[in-house]
């Protein structure tokens, strides 16, 4: 398909730009992203203020968009083959502890319109989409859940990420069981991804809906690193020895997802380059 790009007449020749527009249409990425894009556009327009704070709003529906693509994929395909049920019981403690944080208190909301409701119900519908996946895991298609596979102990991640939340947790609330549980929440869904990606290596292979989850996800939390980055100061009580940090601290984790999980963008980009089918993107960089 990139090759088809850099044909000097494709533009020039309705007939190979017709050939080319009808491959598009058949890869399964540029659906996704295609659809996933306009939608944007549309929500951005209507319930955007223009304000910067509304990345912190764009963040949450590429989330909640992964987790939907996710959840079509396991009831179109009755099954679950692929996905992390460790990974999803996490994501449930990410969205429970932050919709702690924001509904009932506005300190960590967008500063824009889309802080008044868009976003909370991004992350509520976040919430629901992953309860529903871990069902499937459970309950509905249990049995086609592999836990061989499966093998990565959330509880190392956990237990990490709520100790640090203790010590490190911004004052936006002004009350420490929503700040708490508001750092916890960032803190854990930095090292969320490892039991899917822990996942691939054990098959060694990718399913093309978790692999577009988790290209979703390191979109989502690239948008959330340049929202904080910008406004970290903010996160810090630079009359407290210890909180003078945390701003860098959060900052600093969400780039430590971006790093965990920059080797698979990678090969997830050069599949999309060179046509490869996502489901052989842990092997993308041998391809020629």
């Known amino acids: 398909m990139m090759d088809q ?170 009350f420490l069981p929503t700040d708490i549980a508001w750092a916890f929440a960032l803190y854990l869904e930095s090292v969320t991804v490892l039991p899917q990606l822990f996942l691939f290596m054990k098959e060694g292979r990718a399913s093309p809906h978790t692999a577009h989850f988790l290209a979703a996800q390191a979109l989502s939390r690239l948008m959330s690193f340049i929202f904080w980055a910008s406004s970290f100061s903010e996160l810090s009580n630079p009359h407290h020895t210890i909180k003078k940090f945390v701003g860098h601290w959060v900052v600093g984790v969400q780039l430590l997802q971006l790093c965990i999980m920059g080797d698979f963008i990678y090969h997830y980009i050069r599949c999309i380059q060179k046509g490869i089918p996502i489901s052989e993107v842990l092997c993308a960089g041998d391809t020629v």
């Open 5 to 174: 790009l850099k044909d000097p007449e494709l533009f020039k020749d309705p007939e190979k730009l017709k050939l080319f527009a009808i491959n598009l249409s058949k890869n399964s990425s540029f659906r996704t992203w295609g659809g996933f894009f306009a939608s944007v556009i549309i929500v951005f327009w209507v319930f955007s203020s223009g304000d910067f704070s509304f990345l912190l709003t764009l963040s949450s529906i590429v989330s909640m968009f992964s987790f939907l693509m996710v959840a079509m994929a396991v009831e179109s395909e009755k099954s679950v083959k692929g996905v992390s049920l460790k990974m999803m019981e996490c994501y449930i403690v990410v969205f429970a502890c932050r919709l702690t944080a924001i509904v009932p208190f506005e300190g960590y909301l967008p500063f824009d319109k889309s802080g008044d409701w868009l976003y909370q119900v991004c992350e509520g519908f976040g919430l629901c989409l992953a309860g529903s996946i871990v069902y499937c895991c459970r309950k509905q298609y249990a049995q086609t859940y592999d836990p061989e596979v499966d093998t990565f102990n959330h509880l190392w991640i956990i237990g990490p990420a709520a100790a640090v939340a203790l010590i490190l947790h911004p004052h936006l609330n002004g």
